[in-house]
T-cell receptor, first 113, second 111 residues
Framework: DTEVTQTPKHLVMGMTNKKSLKCEQH?????MYWYKQKAKKPPELMFV???????INESVPSRFSPECPNSSLLNLHLHALQPEDSALYLC????????????FGPGTRLTVT | GQQVMQIPQYQHVQEGEDFTTYCNSS?????IQWYKQRPGGHPVFLIQ?????EVKKQKRLTFQFGEAKKNSSLHITATQTTDVGTYFC???????????FGGGTRLMVKP
């Protein structure tokens, strides 16, 4: 199984809502990542978890809160987002920190109204 | 911080023509990875280059890593419509904990 799954596929939320994005992998990977991708732009790294501990936070606003409950799951909790946060949110995993290929999930298309 | 630049941004080719995208880093890289993202899809890993001067081939795709480990290229011979998509290079920093993506080259192939 070389798949990273993400739910939901699409999400529309208001600026006062609280929602969560979910990512799951069963490849035994110990590094997991959240990226944000705007249209026609490259993925931008947000957070890196290594062995379930937050390794990198790329100065992401606190309205984005990551969580890694176990080695297979990665969540991104969203609260009080702005319209400019609308984007494709990609989860990825790799065997260990970035030395290995990253497997990307299909992403969650987020629209903030 | 580390910056990875990629040119060109866009390339239109006639099916059967060759295509090349170039990637340059502001710093020496530990390794470089290449990904392809189809329209509406997610990035898919193509290859990783680690050694200075390394050249790897995958069918019609040829990947090179520069001697100084600061630049790389992807060359596609005789493009096909299935090659359509955005090709990203991504450089791994020397600490080995962060991948920085280039801006991508969007390839369009006319049948």
């Amino acid at each position: 199984d070389t798949e990273v799954t993400q739910t939901p596929k699409h999400l529309v939320m208001g600026m006062t809502n609280k929602k969560s994005l979910k990512c799951e992998q069963h490849m035994g990977h110990r590094a997991m990542y959240w990226y944000k991708q705007k249209a026609k732009k490259p993925p931008e790294l947000m957070f890196v978890y290594s062995y379930e501990k937050l390794s990198i936070n790329e100065s992401v606003p606190s309205r984005f809160s990551p969580e890694c409950p176990n080695s297979s799951l990665l969540n991104l909790h969203l609260h009080a987002l702005q319209p400019e946060d609308s984007a494709l949110y990609l989860c990825a995993s790799s065997q260990t920190l970035a030395s290995y290929e990253q497997y990307f999930g299909p992403g969650t298309r987020l629209t903030v109204t | 911080g580390q910056q990875v630049m990629q040119i060109p941004q866009y390339q239109h080719v006639q099916e059967g023509e060759d295509f090349t995208t170039y990637c340059n880093s502001s710093t020496t890289l530990s390794n470089i990875q290449w990904y392809k993202q189809r329209p509406g899809g997610h990035p898919v890993f193509l290859i990783q280059l680690v050694k200075s001067g390394e050249v790897k081939k995958q069918k019609r795709l040829t990947f090179q890593f520069g001697e100084a480990k600061k630049n790389s290229s992807l060359h596609i011979t005789a493009t096909q419509t299935t090659d359509v998509g955005t090709y990203f290079c991504a450089g791994l920093n020397n600490a080995g904990n962060m991948l920085t993506f280039g801006g991508g080259t969007r390839l369009m192939v006319k049948p």
